[in-house]
């Protein structure tokens, strides 16, 4: 029996794709993050410049460090640092407390400057274990703020430095309790969250350590700066774990709050808290009921009528995406003919899918066919809104990968889901799209290398020749130099589309066309 955490295809295969292949189309949307390499690593790990105090008014920002000499310069600087820590640390006379504190201030000062911070100096240096010495129970706020913060910059840095944080990850995170105060707390989250950033490893670390319900505590109340943080540190901490997922939607008062600041969060609020979202509805069954039976895909499209944010609207967007294609309850029950957020949603789509923003358009595209792959209605109402027309242009005009999603819209509206299995032509559907000049691009998608683009464009005309009225598709997909396109398949090493391509030109172009099998 499948584990109710854990959903290691959740966004595929989806609910229907054009022609034979009804449930083959692979779409692990929960990763596709990574795929965006700076986008991962602007969202995974965070240099901590300026602190979550309002003590900060003395933190200097210098302009990034490009020399050699420079760069020595801050080394140097940074060994010296420590010394006075460790100096610091040993003296036990009048004004003690101070001392560690203006050292460590001095320390986190270094390690907040330049682009490329003096990490590995100090850990060189021996930072580390006095670093966990400041961490100690009873110690000052000031003192805990200042270390917390180093170490949220150490952890900022490469994987092995990150890793350097290990004797500090049971102190940081019991100093997300209650009783902390509300700085420290956050501080302490912040680098937990780098930690989480860097990996399974260490997120595996982190939830067997018990991090996860004092972040979740965090995100309780409505103290935008700490549940930003949280809701961030959060995100990272739960990406790829399907059971921390599902244990983090369980915890007291966390759906409501997931949606409290959705809704009423600023911009910046509602951004990282939608990412929670996010991994939520990509990796847990449980979340995703929950989610879909709360009011969140009315706060989901109202977030993308009203915002221009490009950093709030994708990750709304996706959580949208991630909803419809994984729950049957929000297609069968909410998204259904006559409800006005039906309607909405198809409308916030048409706005993202019109976007300049080349991810807005592949996310719209993507959600949009898993409402296509729905029932009739589901496909009527995407059919007469103002969506065709800008995805018939896009399958045209896009990039490559923006096509490919455009083409399994348009795919599945041409076909209704029957108990045979084999998909029903919507006639009048396909007739439209075809007038609208969508075959040339499907005719593209053939010529592809992509397996799957090559196959959807075969399915694709495939309904166009055995679909058209009056027997035209044959006419129709030669004009579109269809007959050609199909014969590149004939020493194609994949079979599936080999024996697809002979079959329809034997079919509707005559032997004088066929394609050896």
């Not at 050699?68 to 460790?86: A, C, M, Y």
């Not at 939830?207 to 700066?225: H, I, T, V, W, Y």
Request: hydrophobic share 45%.
């Amino acid at each position: 029996m499948a584990d109710e955490n854990s959903t290691p295809h959740k966004r595929g295969p989806l609910k229907s794709s054009v022609g034979s292949a009804v449930v083959q189309r692979r779409r692990d949307h929960a990763v596709t993050v990574r795929k965006e390499r700076r986008e991962a690593l602007m969202r995974t790990k965070r240099l901590c410049r300026v602190g979550v105090s309002s003590d900060d008014a003395d933190v200097t920002i210098d302009a990034d460090m490009a020399t050699d000499e420079e760069q020595s310069v801050l080394e140097d600087q940074t060994l010296k640092s420590i010394e006075e820590l460790n100096l610091a640390i040993a003296y036990q006379g009048k004004g003690a407390m101070q001392k560690r504190v203006n050292a460590l201030r001095e320390l986190r000062r270094l390690l907040s400057k330049s682009e490329y911070p003096p990490v590995e100096a100090a850990l060189k240096a021996g930072a580390m274990p006095t670093l966990v010495h400041c961490l100690s129970f009873g110690s000052p706020d000031e003192q805990l703020l200042e270390t917390a913060w180093c170490l949220t910059n150490i952890a900022a840095g490469k994987p092995e430095e990150t890793k350097a944080l290990l004797p500090a990850l049971p102190l940081l995170i019991a100093h997300m309790g209650e009783k902390s105060s509300l700085p420290v707390a956050e501080q302490c989250a912040w680098a937990l969250g780098n930690v989480a950033g860097e990996g399974e490893e260490l997120r595996d670390v982190l939830l067997s350590q018990g991090a996860l319900q004092p972040l979740a505590r965090m995100m309780l109340p409505d103290k935008g700066s700490t549940v930003r943080t949280a809701a961030w540190a959060l995100s990272n901490l739960i990406k790829g774990h399907a059971k921390a997922a599902t244990e983090l939607i369980r915890l007291d008062g966390v759906l409501d709050a997931i949606l409290r600041h959705l809704k009423r969060g600023d911009e910046e609020l509602a951004t990282e808290v939608a990412w929670v979202v996010v991994y939520l509805t990509a990796l847990s069954n449980v979340a995703t009921s929950m989610l879909a039976k709360s009011d969140l895909l009315q706060i989901l499209v109202d977030r993308l009528a009203s915002s221009n944010s490009l950093e709030l609207l994708i990750p709304v967007l996706r959580s949208l995406g991630n909803l419809v294609a994984g729950d049957s309850y929000v297609t069968d029950n909410v998204l259904v003919a006559g409800n006005e957020i039906t309607v909405r949603v198809i409308q916030v789509m048409i706005k993202c899918l019109s976007s300049e923003h080349r991810v807005l358009k592949k996310e719209s595209a993507w959600a949009l066919s898993n409402v296509a792959a729905g029932s009739v209605e589901h496909k009527k109402l995407i059919h007469s809104s103002g969506a065709v027309s800008i995805l018939i242009r896009l399958l045209s005009t896009s990039p490559f990968d923006i096509r490919k999603e455009v083409a399994y819209v348009l795919g599945n509206l041409s076909v209704a889901p029957s108990e045979s299995g084999r998909p029903v032509l919507i006639v009048d559907h396909l007739v439209s799209l075809v007038g609208g000049g969508c075959l040339s691009g499907f005719t593209d998608l053939v010529r592809s290398a992509d397996i799957e683009a090559a196959r959807l464009g075969l399915q694709f005309l495939e309904l166009v020749l055995r679909g058209m009225p009056n027997g035209e598709g044959p006419k129709l997909v030669e004009a579109e130099d269809g007959i050609e396109a199909m014969e590149r398949f004939q020493f194609h090493e994949n079979e599936e589309l080999r024996s697809m391509a002979n079959q329809l030109v034997d079919k509707y172009f005559g032997e004088e066309y066929g394609l050896d099998a």
